[in-house]
């Protein structure tokens, strides 16, 4: 089974933004650089020592605050910098681990944030990537099983919406469900497709507006019998992946 790498993407800050690279360094056990490296705790959150891993439900997202899906990212590596922009207010550049910038971002996000959920608090940062999985991962979309969804709704809608890292092309709808098990080769790297990504109501929100508008779990669920689009895996062999580069599911 052979495909190409369609795009890759991170997403800096968990939720708030994402950015398309043309090249990746992966390695062995870790998700994307900079990819999910910062996560905006909300004032009910449970961080235990505050440098482990936590669930995503102790952190703003867009499940909850469909509004954080229009955001986009640009992360400037040398002065771990990011800059944040949304259709509805000036954008805004900000070096998260600086604590004298944190209520800057954190005015920023507010208008984006519902009422009457728990409000953004501070953001965190613990060492590795804050992953919706309890290990780091990456995440692989079929844009194949991406396309079905969009007939079943007649209409096109984003690939955004599923938050992957990497977008494939050159497979069958749904094929990648049977890949538990199985290793996808991208050049020298290597990934373990672990398991489905179950997906939440962040993907009813439009990227463009970040209003809800499309009923893709309704879709998921009616159409197929699950709310799964997209796999997570880990890195097990390290190395660069490329856009429009190659990719090999083995075994």
């Not at 993407?9 to 398309?20: A, L, N």
């Not at 992966?26 to 669930?55: I, N, Q, Y």
């Not at 099983?145 to 969009?150: L, P």
């Amino acid at each position: 089974m052979t495909g190409v790498v369609a795009g890759i993407w991170r997403h800096p800050i968990k939720s708030h933004g994402r950015e398309e690279l043309l090249r990746v360094p992966v390695t062995e056990g870790h998700c994307l650089p900079f990819d999910r490296k910062w996560a905006v705790a909300h004032e009910a959150a449970k961080l235990e020592d505050g440098k482990s891993w936590v669930p995503c439900s102790n952190f703003s997202r867009g499940s909850k605050a469909p509004n954080l899906m229009a955001i986009s990212a640009v992360t400037d590596e040398l002065t771990n910098t990011i800059t944040l922009t949304h259709p509805s207010q000036p954008g805004i550049t900000i070096n998260p681990d600086r604590a004298e910038e944190q209520d800057r971002f954190l005015n920023w996000i507010k208008p984006l944030s519902p009422t009457n959920r728990a409000q953004p608090e501070q953001l965190v940062t613990v060492g590795r990537g804050m992953t919706d999985t309890d290990y780091e991962s990456v995440s692989f979309i079929n844009l194949a099983s991406h396309r079905a969804v969009e007939e079943k709704l007649g209409r096109e809608i984003s690939p955004q919406r599923w938050r992957g890292n990497f977008l494939l092309e050159g497979f069958e709808p749904w094929e990648e469900r049977s890949w538990i098990g199985k290793t996808i080769r991208i050049g020298e790297a290597e990934f373990e497709v672990r398991e489905h990504i179950t997906r939440c109501m962040a993907t009813t929100a439009s990227t463009r507006t970040g209003e809800r508008d499309a009923d893709t779990l309704g879709v998921l669920n009616q159409n197929w019998g699950h709310q799964d689009c997209g796999v997570y895996a880990v890195v097990t062999k390290p190395g660069v992946v490329v856009r429009e580069e190659p990719i090999e599911v083995i075994g």
